[in-house]
């Protein structure tokens, strides 16, 4: 694959008026399936709304070890190149250990070995002792755990540049400030992305776009289900660097940066309609001292340490929290794309898988029926009243006064 | 199981803890959080009034909630003595007391959460508050927060010693605390609080070598810079800071050097001059503190007249969030105000009076006088962070440079050797929008240090504002989040968890399907029916 180095343009240069392919959404899924498009020599446009990765994708803990996903292994192939493959640091780091503080906890990491064994991935069981070894931090009161020889943790905010950069290194463009309002279509083909910096013509079309995507395909004729949802996370000051970062457990996920900081998040998320977004950034609740009770069980060592900030993310999950990635049923060149709140560390992968939809009409490396749309043929309209995934409590008054 | 229609793993059915609760929470006991809460106490409102103050030595040593750059005595050390100091130096503060408003110094608000859509289990408002005894939740009707001023941060080769320190900062050590360890300062700025902040140092006793101005004339108004000048203090217009230097280590700051500009701005040669000193006094902006305003959802805007971001008040100081008032600096600064308290005590009083009257404010915005503050703000820096040797850290706390901010380079413990074909740059980053600081943040880590950003943000916005030549209001504030004020993971713990919370903790989300493998699944996307062997 060469390498090609262009100009990278600036984003003064002319208006973008058409591309091959237009990606709309700039998070890690929607930036790295263009970043393979761009890769395979195809022009690709990203249209953002806001800030690439000011979504879940630069809010998250980093995690790499979603070992559920059919799009794990080949995640798990990729991460260790990703820096040399994109040209930029991606803090990519391997494995991840799991610390359980009770037998339930236990049980689900437990899953996990099982899940890696079956994938030919090694884990080994620990007693608190050896536990203590491998994570300085750690102290008496757990139960044990797992250390995982898969797996990993990498920076968000890094990684998601990183995709942005390669993309325009390989020619492609990403415009950020840039909404889409809506698109034109033609013999069953979406022709144009309709966008606050105008239309924008296209061959084939991309929905990647977060709590977004469900609004976007019912402009489209097609419903997608995706629920959004707030959660939250704290980071510390620097800590003595642990051999290995990836660790969590104890209901937390989240790693120690490669700075030192602890990073953690876990906790109640809340549930919220998608106008309720609008023009809102997510804030941090008490949620945060629950997070900070737990990372003083997880690492009493770290007891002392200072909690700097917090900050929270607005997610999507789908009725059964798992990706979709498929074509749309209603025009023939869209393809749709939700990682349902498990995007981040498999976005190496999962845009692999949506370029070889675009480009190829199938994913050649993973099989995808377990991400079909169609599973949600005949979904009751009130599914989200049905799970529970409703607002809390009475919708508050909107506390602007003007 | 769940209760059908409820997703127990979400906030629903959930509150957050609520330790104390209060009809008007004041935060700051300075003339305008002290006038509001009398006023409210008189008003027939119960009242707690919080302030920092005496802020602990471990927490001034890491430039939180000002840079205090080491130059505090022994005297900080012992709490009492300090509260002590406190008190005399206010005297409203008795006042306080003797109007029955519960007044709790050495506290810290560190979070203040209302209920918005999309947090909306906060359900009633809740400050978060900490104290030596540890951290409380209190829920209240209406706040007020009168959180002050603190300084701009500004590099150069030297800032990083003790004794460089900023202009609040000093002028707190020297009249609140009565604990300020320095004999000779030079005051950098001379905008109208930097001005007050010399007066007040000299009726400290300590000696002021000089006042540091970039421009061609003072800031500040004329009847402060000649009572400055009426005291001795040499005014140095059209200069800028070339070094601080440093005698024994451990003392740091003995001495600092400055040289004059050109109409160009541009260093003559030659024309250094040496002062002795033992502190360095950074003035060149007074920033209104609005962290627990901006972290709450409080609409700001960038008003140079008020002092840069400011929360968007109404005249009464009613911020856009219901309940949510801001009075004194941290509603904004100018120099009327910094020169006579009365002004911030008025804001403050008809804070109360919209409260307890409930009627929408009446009063005019005052009309200010214009501040180049964009000009003013990118002299300094441009003459100071740029045109230095570029070795200095705009942000300490992270070791970042200007350069690395301007390049968007990734921290130097990363090792990461940058193609010299693929320059990354503002330009390749930010495409077709303005600069964003906290973009920049995410990958250059400036403002993601313990001071949580106190002597970097502003430097970090001019530096975007000169590189992509658009003015400061179009630069974004950088966001704050809670806790405010660094907490420690043992005084966050909630130790009064709610069982609720405690029973259905989950790492994410509880959605059973989300942990299934595909072999678990069936060809429908479905799971699969699951055989007990």
Known sequence: ?402 | MATKGVDPTSVSGKMPTVDETVELLVVGAGPAGCSAAIEGARRGLSVILVDENPVDVETMNEHVPLSFGGRMTGAVRNRNAMTEAVLAASPLIADAFEAGVDVRLGTACWGLFVATPTAAWVGRPVAGLVDADGVRHVGFDHVIVATGSRDMGLAFPGWDLPGVMGAVAARRLATVYGALDARRVVMIGSGAEALLSVLDLLAAGVSVAAVIEVADQPVGPSELVDRVAGQGVELLTGHVVVRATGGAVADGVAGLVVAALDPDGRRIAGSERSFDCDTVALGVAAVPVIDLLESAGCRTVFDAARGGHVPVVAPGGATSIAGVHAVGDAAGIWAAKSIDPEVAIAEARRAVASIVDGSPDSAEAPSLPPVDLDGTLKRWVQASVIDADGASHVCQCEEVTARDVLEVRPPRYLGWEASTQKPTDLRTMLGNGPPSPDQVKRLTRAGMGTCQGRRCREQVAVLLALEAGVPLSDVAVASYRPPVRPLRLDQMTDRREQPAMTEHWQAWFGIDTMWLAPWELGADGRPLEVDDD
């Open chain 1, 1 to 402: 694959m060469t390498d090609a180095m262009q100009d990278r343009p600036t984003g003064t240069d002319e208006p973008v008026t058409g591309a091959d392919v237009v990606v709309v959404g700039g998070g890690a899924t929607g930036l790295s399936a263009a970043w393979w498009l761009a890769r395979a020599g195809v022009d690709v446009v990203v249209v953002e709304a806001g800030i690439v990765g000011f979504g879940a994708s630069g809010r998250n803990g980093g995690g790499c070890t979603h070992g559920y996903s059919p799009l794990f292994l080949e995640e798990q192939r990729l991460w260790p190149m990703m820096d040399d493959l994109l040209g930029y640091p991606t803090e990519f780091r391997r494995e991840r250990v799991r610390i359980a503080f009770d037998e339930a906890q236990m049980q689900r990491f437990e899953r996990m070995r099982e899940i890696g064994d079956r994938l030919g991935l090694r884990s080994e069981k620990l007693d608190p002792g050896q536990l203590k070894d491998l994570v300085p931090l750690a102290g008496d009161t757990s139960i044990g755990g797992y250390h995982h020889a898969f797996g990993g943790h990498a920076n968000p905010h890094r990684t998601v540049q990183a995709y942005a950069w390669a993309i325009q290194d390989h020619g492609g463009r990403v415009l950020q400030h840039t909404r889409v309002e809506g698109f034109r279509q033609a013999g069953g083909n979406v022709t144009h992305v309709e966008t606050t910096a105008g239309p924008i013509a296209c061959q084939r079309l991309v929905i990647a776009a977060g709590p977004y995507t469900g609004v976007l395909s019912a402009m489209l004729g097609a419903e997608v289900p995706v629920a959004p949802a707030r959660a939250e996370m704290i980071v510390t000051e620097p800590l003595p660097l642990m051999p290995l970062g990836g660790v969590d457990g104890n209901g937390l996920y989240g790693r120690q940066t490669l700075r030192g900081n602890l990073a953690y998040g876990g906790g109640p998320h809340e549930w919220f309609d998608l106008d309720d977004m609008a023009g809102r950034r997510p804030q941090s609740s008490p949620v945060t001292r629950g997070i900070a009770k737990r990372v003083a069980e997880l690492f009493p060592k770290a007891a002392h340490a200072k909690v700097i900030r917090s900050w929270a993310g607005f997610i999507e999950n789908t009725p059964d929290g798992r990706p979709v990635i498929d074509r749309l049923p209603t025009v023939d060149n869209v393809v749709v794309a939700t990682m349902s709140s498990v995007g981040f560390g498999l976005s190496p992968a999962s845009g692999h898988a949506i370029q070889q939809l675009v480009t190829d009409g199938a994913c050649a490396f993973t099989d995808l029926t377990t991400f079909s749309l169609s599973r949600f043929d005949g979904l009751d309209p009130n599914w989200r009243r049905e799970l529970g995934w409703v607002r809390s409590g009475p919708n508050p008054e909107s506390p602007d006064v003007g």
